[in-house]
């Protein structure tokens, strides 16, 4: 017994020689979800991150050859670790860094014995002044906008949704990034032959308990294949988004359109196909969703909520979802929070092939 203050002093050592000038804390939830999925048009596996959370491009198609089946299926992967610190320099400035993961799209681990998963990165940056550096959320995302629900996202089909390593610099409420590129293209999968970065500038505003969003995205799309085709396009985008007070509730949304196909949808679509020419050409996508909360107490509230996609492939094909959810949130204390979500949705992919998928969520989370 007398061992564990000596085992503790020792492991504090390391962090107490900066403890004059830092502040360290963490933070974090341990949530388990359960849910009963039910698919239209065949069996979606079991190694699929449609399993985890709803994943629109997931959804089984069979053109309605398929046949109906349901899963059950438990995790409690989403639950998620971080740490920060807050230095106070010598010059009197702050520095402040912060590490963040979970352990769901693990390749590692199975549900037969031990249900084993590798943690992920999520975020890892530091902010010193005006700039930040490292992985954390695109600036062209607003996670300000998003619906609170049973599912890890939800709305999907219509919102921003990305973590990447960027530089941003802060003035006030305007922001400008310039991030890392990717480029996805149909039939290749993801091409890392940018040659520039995606370049996203923000506007931030509140009028009373109101606030909003407007931010704009300029890319370049690049491919090198060894197979004859190097070329490079452009593309743009813009995003509206925000959250309006009705007395205690509040209704969520967000609207995104332009050549930003990896930005929403979860990547439903490439951002670019090669045309018979062997030039590029970038996929339009219109996303959007809108998502009201209304409380019943202050323990209980409900969201409903509805999310949609449709992007032009510019070879005239289009690919389109939308989701419905609506749910009922219970905290008997801050902490700790009951929740149970029915959603429904449906895909309509590039060959004209449809899929619905079912799903009733339950889920627990304690926050610390």
């Given amino acids: ?7 503790l002093l020792t492991a504090a050592l390391p962090m107490a020689v900066q403890a004059a000038n830092t502040e360290f804390s963490y933070g974090g939830y341990i949530k388990l979800d359960a849910m009963m999925s039910t698919y239209s048009d065949g069996d979606l596996g079991a190694a699929s991150l449609g399993r985890d ?9 069979s053109g309605g050859a398929g046949e109906e089946t349901s899963s059950f299926d438990m995790t409690a ?9 807050v230095t106070t320099l010598d010059n009197g400035e702050t520095l402040t860094s912060y590490v963040e993961m979970d352990f769901l799209g693990s390749a590692q681990g199975n549900e037969v014995v031990s249900n084993s998963y590798s943690p992920r990165l999520r975020h890892a940056f530091f902010k010193y002044g005006d700039l930040t550096f490292g992985q954390t959320w695109s600036t062209f995302m607003n996670t300000g906008a998003l619906a609170e629900t049973v599912d890890f996202l939800g709305v999907s089909d219509g919102t921003v949704f990305n973590r990447q390593a960027q530089i941003r610099y ?8 310039l991030e890392n590129p990717e480029t996805t293209v149909a039939g290749a999968g993801a091409s890392d032959d940018g040659g520039i970065p995606d370049i996203v500038a923000r506007y931030n505003m509140k009028a009373g308990d109101h606030a909003f969003t407007v931010a704009a995205i ?9 197979a004859g085709v190097d070329e490079t396009a452009t593309g743009f985008g813009v995003n509206v988004s925000g959250k309006v007070m009705v007395g205690a509730d509040d209704l969520k949304f967000s609207y995104t359109t332009g050549n930003v196909a990896r930005y929403v949808g979860l990547g439903q679509v490439s951002d670019v196909i090669v045309n018979g020419d062997g030039e590029l050409e970038a996929t339009t996508v219109d996303a959007a969703f809108v998502a009201f909360r209304h409380h019943w107490n202050s323990q209980l509230r409900s969201t409903i909520a509805y999310s949609m996609f449709d992007a032009d492939l510019e070879d005239d094909t289009e690919q389109s979802s939308s989701s419905t959810r609506i749910n009922l949130m219970y905290s008997p204390e801050k902490s700790v929070t009951y929740g149970v979500e029915y959603s429904m949705a449906t895909i309509e992919k590039t060959d004209e092939s449809e899929g619905d998928l079912d799903r009733l969520q339950f889920t627990a989370k304690y926050s610390f």
């Fill in 53 to 61: 959370f709803y994943v629109p491009s997931t959804i089984p198609t």
């Fill in 77 to 85: 992967k989403s639950s998620r670790f971080n740490l920060k610190s």
């Fill in 170 to 177: 802060t003035m006030g409420d305007f922001q400008f990034a």
């Fill in 218 to 226: 300029g890319r370049q799309f690049a491919l090198q294949d060894g």
């Fill in 1 to 7: 017994m007398r061992k564990t203050p000596l085992i």
